[in-house]
């Protein structure tokens, strides 16, 4: 009885991470294209951010 229980117990566990349509995914890709969302555009503060410190690498 105790093994059944656990057995039962641990079927329901593996299917409750089991979700039909949890998130919809493509099932077809282009080949070599980003269908992802847009990168949102850098500050000009956030460029002279990068420019500094890869500046700042290229020393070392």
Known sequence: MT???LLA???AVLL???QEDAA?????LDK???Q???DTPR??????ALQQ???????R
């Open 3 to 5: 093994r059944a229980l």
């Open 24 to 28: 919809p995914r493509p099932i077809h």
């Open 53 to 59: 410190r890869t500046a700042y690498q290229a020393v």
């Open 16 to 18: 409750a991470g089991c």
């Open 36 to 38: 992802g969302a847009a």
């Open 9 to 11: 117990l641990g079927a």
């Open 43 to 48: 500050t000009p503060e956030e460029l002279r």
């Open 32 to 34: 070599g294209v980003y």
